[in-house]
């Protein structure tokens, strides 16, 4: 049995400024969307036109509270063959949250509250 890995799942209050976000700090473009019949959700498929896998976006009408991540220990992870210049991008948009400068990584925070970890692309 073979098995491919598709996508992961963030669950974003307002997806305009979720993808606005996902787009300035990380380049990703929107590959496909889907809205239920009744409106009541939207799934957004984000892509960094390299890899096959996507980032879903889900958007759901009702609801209005913050997502509780807990203790927000799952996270993404990202490279980037320009580091110095990704960082000094995340640290103009206020977005870097934690750096750990001895490991060469930092993260930074989308507007859910999730984190999202950035490191060279050749370690």
């Given at each position: 049995?073979?098995f491919?890995?598709s996508?992961?799942?963030?669950?974003?209050?307002?997806?305009e400024?979720?993808?606005?976000?996902?787009h300035?700090?990380?380049?990703?473009?929107e590959?496909?969307r889907?809205?239920?019949?009744?409106?009541?959700f939207t799934?957004?498929?984000?892509g960094d036109?390299?890899?096959?896998?996507?980032l879903?976006l889900?958007?759901?009408r009702?609801?209005?509270?913050k997502?509780?991540?807990?203790?927000?220990e799952?996270?993404l992870a990202?490279t980037?063959?320009?580091?110095?210049a990704a960082?000094a991008?995340?640290?103009?948009m206020?977005?870097?949250c934690?750096?750990?400068?001895?490991m060469?990584?930092?993260?930074i925070?989308?507007?859910?509250g999730y984190?999202l970890?950035?490191?060279?692309?050749?370690r």
């Amino acid at each position: 049995m073979e098995f491919t890995f598709s996508h992961n799942n963030l669950n974003v209050l307002d997806l305009e400024k979720s993808l606005k976000f996902y787009h300035e700090a990380l380049g990703l473009r929107e590959t496909r969307r889907k809205q239920a019949a009744d409106g009541s959700f939207t799934l957004v498929f984000l892509g960094d036109g390299t890899t096959p896998h996507k980032l879903e976006l889900t958007w759901l009408r009702d609801r209005k509270e913050k997502y509780d991540l807990g203790d927000n220990e799952i996270h993404l992870a990202f490279t980037t063959p320009d580091y110095e210049a990704a960082r000094a991008l995340h640290k103009r948009m206020g977005c870097v949250c934690f750096e750990n400068e001895a490991m060469g990584i930092y993260f930074i925070e989308d507007p859910d509250g999730y984190w999202l970890e950035i490191l060279p692309e050749h370690r």
